[in-house]
Each structure stands twice: as structure tokens, then as C-alpha cells.
T-cell receptor, first 113, second 111 residues
Framework: QQQVKQSPQSLIVQKGGISIINCAYE??????FPWYQQFPGKGPALLIA?????SEKKEGRFTISFNKSAKQFSLHIMDSQPGDSATYFC????????????FGTGTLLAVQP | EAGVAQSPRYKIIEKRQSVAFWCNPI?????LYWYQQILGQGPKLLIQ????????DSQLPKDRFSAERLKGVDSTLKIQPAKLEDSAVYLC?????????FGPGTRLTVT
């Protein structure tokens, strides 16, 4: 119940295309869903986040779609660029007093020029 | 605004040796976290501090790992003795509210 399942494990997209990464969860107590971007040798960087009372959030080329009834959420990267090539992690906050994040297993995105 | 600082960036030790990592959070962030990231996996929370008190250490292997946050600012994470399976990147993060900001991490290799 404390897992966040992420797919695909890896993704290759052409420059200008749309990258889509999906995550699913079981625990309905999760109350905050961030996405992180990680480059090799760097720590994860917060990209965008959403609360479960919102179905979509957009920031620039990045959009989170959230389906509360299906317990699924996804990251869409529009007009993907080679500089977007990185590992992307979805996460979920456990709720309650702890701010613990449960991370997915990551998606390695390669955007080909 | 300065980010989360960590040192050292890399450390190589032999099994059964001890090692310590240091973290300085973003100024004003009351909550500090230590995560372990094994190659090819997402980060896993080891311990969470609120000021200098422990909020969650349920996944900290307490027989070999210890952490402290004196004065509610800097923190150290220690492993003693290290095992081969401790090879990972140790990430420190801090937060004011929900958003957690990560440092660059310390890559530990245990041989």
C-alpha cells in the first residue's frame, strides 16, 4: 500500500514530441504528488507538484494529469528537448504528521535530436 | 538563495569501516531528511527531523546507522560498520512546507 508504481522504465522520444510518464498508487491517504527531475551526479530537483483536489496542473511545457478515482497520475512533457533527457521520479506524500515521500522507481528519458 | 549543501561528494571505504556525511539545509527550513538512493531506484527515506527532533526513523537500520541534528540546523549521518549493500547515494533534503529540496548527494562505495 505504500508503493508508487511508475512506468515506463525508459522512454525514447524525438525532439518536439510529447513524453508521457505514468504513476499509480493504492494508498488513498496520499495527499501531495510531486515530480522530480534528476540529472546524472545531481540530486533530484522538484519539477512540478499537484494536490488530489485538482485534476490538472500546467507549468510551462510540463503538465500533471491526476485521476483520483483511478489513483493514477501522469507527467506530460510537451515539445520535448534534448535538455530534458534525465531520470524522472514521481512521488507521493504519506500524509499525517510526517512529510515522508514515497518515490517511484524512475523513468530514464532520452530525447533524440 | 543557497541550496542544500552536502559533503563529501564521494567516499570510498572498506566494509566494516565507519563513515560520516554532513548536511547543511536551506536557511530557515525546519525539516531535514536523509534519503538513501541505490543505483537504479528512487530515493528511500531513512530519517526525518523537525528542528532537532526525530519525526520518522522507521526505515533507518539502527544497528549501524545513526543521525543527529544538533541545534536544529546542520545534520550528520553515520554508518558504523559499513556493509557492501550500503553502497548508494545519500541525499539530504530540507523543506519549509511540503516541497522538499535536495542536495547533490554523497556517493558512497563500500568495497
Amino acid at each position: 500500500q505504500q508503493q508508487v508504481k511508475q512506468s515506463p522504465q525508459s522512454l525514447i522520444v524525438q525532439k518536439g514530441g510529447i513524453s508521457i510518464i505514468n504513476c499509480a498508487y493504492e494508498n488513498t491517504a496520499f495527499d501531495y504528488f510531486p515530480w522530480y527531475q534528476q540529472f546524472p551526479g545531481k540530486g533530484p530537483a522538484l519539477l512540478i507538484a499537484i494536490r488530489p483536489d485538482v485534476s490538472e496542473k500546467k507549468e510551462g511545457r510540463f503538465t500533471i494529469s491526476f485521476n483520483k478515482s483511478a489513483k493514477q497520475f501522469s507527467l506530460h512533457i510537451m515539445d520535448s528537448q534534448p535538455g530534458d533527457s534525465a531520470t524522472y521520479f514521481c512521488a507521493a506524500r504519506g500524509g499525517g504528521a510526517t512529510n515522508k515521500l514515497i518515490f517511484g522507481t524512475g523513468t530514464l528519458l532520452a530525447v533524440q535530436p | 538563495e543557497a541550496g542544500v549543501a552536502q559533503s563529501p561528494r564521494y567516499k570510498i571505504i572498506e566494509k566494516r569501516q565507519s563513515v560520516a556525511f554532513w548536511c547543511n539545509p536551506i536557511s530557515g527550513h525546519a525539516t531535514l531528511y536523509w534519503y538513501q538512493q541505490i543505483l537504479g531506484q528512487g530515493p528511500k527515506l531513512l530519517i526525518q527531523f523537525q528542528n532537532n527532533g526525530v519525526v520518522d526513523d522507521s526505515q533507518l537500520p539502527k544497528d549501524r546507522f545513526s543521525a543527529e541534528r544538533l541545534k536544529g540546523v546542520d545534520s550528520t549521518l553515520k554508518i558504523q560498520p559499513a556493509k557492501l549493500e550500503d553502497s548508494a547515494v545519500y541525499l539530504c533534503a530540507s523543506s519549509l512546507y511540503y516541497e522538499q529540496y535536495f542536495g547533490p548527494g554523497t556517493r558512497l562505495t563500500v568495497t
